[in-house]
């Protein structure tokens, strides 16, 4: 049952995945957790300690779990090298990473740099063995297709980004004299700009067109996107750290075009769907690309209005807009193609002909997604409207975004439990017989 150009025979154990996908939604119930206990406070500016805490829980906590879980999965299949020694390398990267997002939040929280060095320590390690492994892998790869150019992007940008933010860390950690601001802003660019963006690129090539039955993107868009993209923000950094405004606003102004165009690019071929029949997974992407399109709106906004730059809701807007919005919504949408196909592939491996294995529908039922969809919507809605008005929306949005958490934890839970069931089953009649 593969599908053309991919190669499920080299993927690897299914717990080595499933950990991150597993781990990553309790991040999300914990920054709904410290919405509550915070209150309106953290939308009064980004540069509060507890939005800086929220924003870590989603980043670290929820989107790198599951990034960084999906590609272990996606570099054998898709591109066709395998990660060495996999089980190792997924520990060394999930236990590390899931201590750090929990000692980062609570250093910001604090306000004690003591809490800041393990965090520092912890994420060194995660990202150092992620880094290299993935690297590695990615170099091997037999074919270089847009996905391999697009995914060498996303990991250059991820250096990047980790390496500013462990000097982040760092300042706050040991006091370190730097340009705290203006590194924040690169870290930023460089986390969602081009890791996150860059990533969510590579991947769509492959599975908007496989999952959604669309067109394929445009041969010079999967060629082109990701290199100039990448291009754009080292220039961009650049002019930033040289105090060349107007060329850093002009590229700014290209950087926010791009994501206007993939974010287009990608909703024109979702209305193009071959496939009538809606599916349950197709309201995330479209959210998504709907979420990046107005934060690159709104970024574009801010450099014909520069006013609208420091402006603290406008600041809380995009932020919402492209974590929340763009990547939080496309994750979670794909943790529901991704997982249900693992359990389903795994079980057909490991019980053929034993046992009948339930099927993907079966293992998720759609009505579920499509449940815990409307939760997140509303999640997201909320979260927009208390970045206008925090005393009014911020304990709704923060109760939203605990039920559309827990529900996205308890749906993957249950393919996992499904699952072992299934497995203990087959195994266990098969000995039986035997």
């Given amino acids: 049952m593969n599908s053309p150009g991919l190669s499920f025979e080299q993927a690897p154990p299914f717990d080595v995945p499933l ?8 991040f999300l119930l914990l920054a709904a957790v410290l919405l509550l206990w915070q209150g309106p406070e953290t939308f009064t500016s980004r540069w509060q300690p507890a939005t800086l805490a929220l924003t870590h829980l989603l980043t670290l906590g929820f989107m790198a779990q599951i990034m ?11 591109v066709g090298v395998v990660v060495p020694r996999p089980r190792l390398t997924a520990t060394l990267m999930h236990v590390p990473l899931t201590l750090g997002a929990l000692a980062l939040p609570i250093a910001f929280l604090s306000g004690r740099p003591l809490w800041f060095h393990p965090a520092l ?16 892998a990615l170099w091997r790869a037999p074919v270089v297709s847009g996905t391999v150019i697009a995914l060498r992007c996303a990991l250059g940008a991820l250096l990047v980004t980790v390496g500013l933010g462990l000097s982040l860390g760092s300042y706050f950690g040991w006091g370190l004299n730097l340009r705290a601001i203006t590194l924040t802003h690169l870290h930023t660019a460089w986390g969602l700009v081009g890791w996150t963006v860059l990533l969510v690129a590579g991947v769509a090539y492959q599975v908007v067109p496989m999952f959604q039955i669309t067109p394929p993107y445009p041969a010079w868009f999967v060629r082109g996107f990701a290199p100039l993209m990448a291009a754009l923000l080292g220039a961009w950094s650049a002019f930033v750290l040289g105090g ?28 193009r769907r071959r496939r009538k029949i809606g599916d349950a997974t197709l309201g995330y992407w479209r959210i998504s690309m709907t979420s990046l399109l107005a934060g690159a709106l709104l970024w574009l906004t801010t450099l014909v209005i520069p006013a609208l730059a420091s402006a603290p809701q406008v600041e809380l807007l995009l932020g ?10 496309v994750i979670n949408g794909m943790a529901y193609k991704i997982v249900p196909f693992l359990a389903w592939f795994h079980l057909q491996a490991q019980l053929f002909r034993r046992v009948k294995v339930p099927n993907m529908k079966q293992l998720l039922p759609e009505v579920r997604i499509r449940w815990q969809w409307w939760a997140y919507l509303t999640a997201l809605l909320l979260l927009l409207a208390t970045a206008v008005n925090p005393a009014v929306f911020t304990y709704p949005a923060a109760l939203a975004l605990g039920i559309t958490a827990g529900w996205l934890g308890v749906n993957l839970w249950s393919i996992w439990r499904i699952y072992r069931h299934t497995l203990r089953v087959g195994l266990t009649g098969s000995a039986a017989e035997g």
């Avoid at 950990?19 to 309790?26: D, E, I, K, N, V």
């Avoid at 974010?263 to 071929?269: P, R, V």
Wanted: hydrophobic share 70%; aromatic share 14%; proline share 3%.
């Fill in 121 to 136: 320590g912890l994420f060194g390690l995660s990202f150092a063995v992620a880094l290299t492994a993935i690297h590695l």
């Fill in 68 to 78: 960084l879980g999906a590609l272990l999965q996606i570099l054998p299949v898709v």
């Fill in 320 to 329: 919402i807009l492209l974590i929340f919005g763009f990547a939080v919504a």
């Fill in 244 to 271: 060349w405004t107007m060329a850093a606003t002009v590229t700014s102004a290209a950087l926010a075009f791009g994501l206007a165009v993939l974010a287009g690019t990608t909703l024109y071929l979702l209305n």
């Fill in 19 to 26: 950990r991150f996908f597993l781990t990553a939604p309790w």
